[in-house]
């Protein structure tokens, strides 16, 4: 039976309150991970584990959180992300919203790419492949 | 001083699960301090026990390549304290391990009984992946931990680990 958006997000909300020690309502839809939430960079890791015991799903490396393309100096260019580096970033990660970001791709603002719906996105997108 | 907050391991079953134990003794100078006429193990030090015992774990099963770093307390509850006189037990499970990192979690018990949880993650950081300014060497599996799992291994007991 398909797992609907809302228990995605119920689970999805699990996930965040025991890895990050929040309380269920801090864990909106447009939550940031780091922002809002105080994600530190060993959090994405525990993220990943806590999502894939949760929806019985495997996560390869760099597919939720494509930090390559995220880290990588080349689609720098001063404090914003290249043209090729933007469109690299939206093929690695088609479950999150760039309408804001790609308005004025500051990297300071990368991190806002991952709220708790892009996580919520990419799971529904996880299930349905499989 | 010697960070070692384990005295053996009683039971290793490599990839799998370790138990050690500590005996917690008046001759601790920290304890004189913690707390003055009430000398009580800190929890920091329990929690510093399970992250050697499931870090030694973690590390064997990868054949001690990596510098295994404790990178992460998932959680660490506890319901007892100990005192001198009595005897921890750390028992690790490995949930998870990849080549990035393991998500471990342990039961400590005092004297026999469960008194906490500690789920701990690790880090794995070999060569390609360390910052610059840490050291070369395995900086975590130093000699003085190799000689308490070597410790072990001689004892004859079923489901030590395997001389990889």
Redesign the interface.
Known sequence: MATSRDEVFGKVQEVLTDALGVDDDEVSPESTLQGDLGAESIDFLDIVFRLEKAFEIKIPKGELFPDEILNNPEYVDGDKMTPTGLEKLKQAMPHADFSKFEQQPDVAKMPDLFTVDTIVNYVENKLQVA | MRWIWIDSFVEFTPKGSASAVKNVTRSEDHLHDHFPGFPVMPAALIVEGMAQTAGILVGEARGFRENVIL??I?KASFDDFAVPGDQLRYDAKIE?ID???A?TTGVVSKNGKPMGKVNL?F?HVNQASKPPELPDHNFVFTDQFMDLLATFRSKDMSGSPSDE
């Open positions: 990178a992460k998932r998870t080549d990035q990192a998500v993650i880090s």
